[in-house]
């Protein structure tokens, strides 16, 4: 059975039209004060009187499976073995429904950065899944009825962008991307899944793995953190694409 825009972030965001009283005030923001053990203090801001705060933190009794995911992708989940932490529901729970969120606070610490990097990338491949077999159903339909208006339909397809420093950055994301996809049952697509040009990626953005025995040890006049972030291939002049 598919989703309804109710009960799915992804239809409620990109297929509720926008009320004009919501342009007319975009300027004047109501903010709200929400703390969560996990994220810690956060401030709501929305320009709209009845747009409704998000819930934190997560219930305890929320389960990964009550977000609207691909059912290829918790399959996937469950299959690893992978428990999220309270961090990764309370931040997934707010970037699955769109809201956009700056948060500062990544630190090596109880390594919460491959934390929040993991419920990114399964946010937007949920994302991406789900534009691809919205597009391939609504190119069925214009087949028998070409009269039929799609939103998805010409440049207003909802895509991806991605921007981080280095190339160790996206060799982190696209292993992410390998965990969550290639072991994905074929059921709910036409086509086999595979990576292309994988042994050319790994030549260009490899070449510097961490060695935890070594790497803290020989740079002691910085932190961990900051060794961390300049691990690995630190060249920042690249640009990767996927369609």
Do not use: W
């Amino acid at each position: 059975m598919e989703n309804t825009t109710r009960d799915d972030p992804f239809l409620s965001h990109f297929e509720t039209l926008v009320d004009e009283s919501q342009i007319n005030n975009k300027s004047s923001k109501n903010k709200l004060d929400l703390f969560s053990s996990s994220l810690g203090s956060c401030q709501f801001s929305s320009t709209s009187s009845d747009n409704q705060s998000p819930i934190l933190p997560c219930p305890v009794s929320t389960t990964i499976d009550s977000f609207a995911i691909k059912k290829s992708l918790l399959s996937n989940i469950e299959a690893s073995g992978s428990q999220l932490t309270q961090l990764q529901m309370d931040f997934f729970s707010l970037i699955n429904n769109y809201y956009d969120v700056y948060y500062p606070n990544r630190t090596n610490v109880n390594d919460n950065g491959e934390q929040l990097r993991f419920v990114i990338c399964l946010h937007l491949i949920n994302h991406v899944l789900k534009t691809r077999a919205r597009i391939l159903s609504h190119n069925a339909k214009l087949k028998e009825n070409p009269d039929l208006d799609y939103h998805d339909q010409g440049f207003t397809r909802p895509k991806v962008l991605i921007i981080v420093p280095f190339r160790e950055s996206v060799r982190r994301i696209i292993n992410c991307f390998e965990n969550l996809l290639l072991t994905m049952d074929d059921s709910e697509t036409t086509d086999q899944l595979q990576m292309t040009h994988r042994k050319r990626f790994k030549e260009e953005y490899g070449g510097g793995e961490i060695d935890n025995e070594n790497h803290y040890g020989k740079f002691q006049r910085t932190s961990n953190e900051y060794d961390e972030i300049f691990a690995g291939n630190i060249d920042d002049h690249f640009r990767l694409g996927n369609y």
